[in-house]
């Protein structure tokens, strides 16, 4: 059973395990940016940042977007995509005031396929239903080769980490 903390409670993670060298499950998100269908993961001949917050109307999840934002226009060919529960018009809302302008910020909110089909899905707890802080680098093949799972919901992944393997 895969598990992460929320503010020093151990959480279960619900859905199937991804790990680096898996096949990166091809899902369909929703944009903020018009309710247009967003796919994440598979091979798509680019580089992929999978972004993975539980909602971005909390200060850990608003920083940790705020700092991708920055970060992703030095991620030549890498297509930088945040993903979250929220639904697309407060995530489009939370984009345009907040400046978010050099990635995709999307929504799992209608079936909560890619929480499942990568594991990242929060099951009993206060947070249930909502995604963990997680990190995944697929690369132009459609595979697997950098995962983050933020041991404490509440604290910001390895930036530095992310953009080497995402560089790579």
């Not at 993975?52 to 920083?63: K, R, Y």
């Not at 930088?80 to 639904?87: A, G, H």
């Not at 997680?134 to 919901?153: H, L, M, Q, R």
């Amino acid at each position: 059973m895969a598990t992460t903390k929320f503010k020093g409670t151990e959480v279960e993670l619900l859905g199937n395990a991804v790990n680096v060298g898996d096949k990166a499950p091809e899902v369909v998100v929703v944009n903020s940016d018009g309710l247009g269908d967003v796919k994440v993961g598979g091979a798509q001949g680019v580089k992929q940042l999978l972004i993975v917050v539980p909602s971005l109307d909390t200060g850990v999840c608003a920083t940790e977007t705020r700092n991708f934002n920055a970060k992703a226009s030095a991620l030549e060919g890498v297509k930088t995509t945040v993903i979250s529960m929220d639904l697309p018009f407060a995530a489009g809302r939370f984009c345009a005031a907040e400046g978010i302008d050099k990635l995709t910020v999307a929504s799992d909110f209608r079936n909560k396929d890619f929480a499942l089909a990568y594991g990242v899905l929060l099951g009993s707890s206060v947070l249930a239903g909502v995604t963990c802080r997680a990190i995944f680098v697929i690369d132009e093949n459609g595979v697997v080769t950098y995962k983050e799972i933020v041991p404490e919901i509440t604290e910001e992944p390895n930036y530095d980490a992310v953009i080497t393997a995402a560089t790579k």
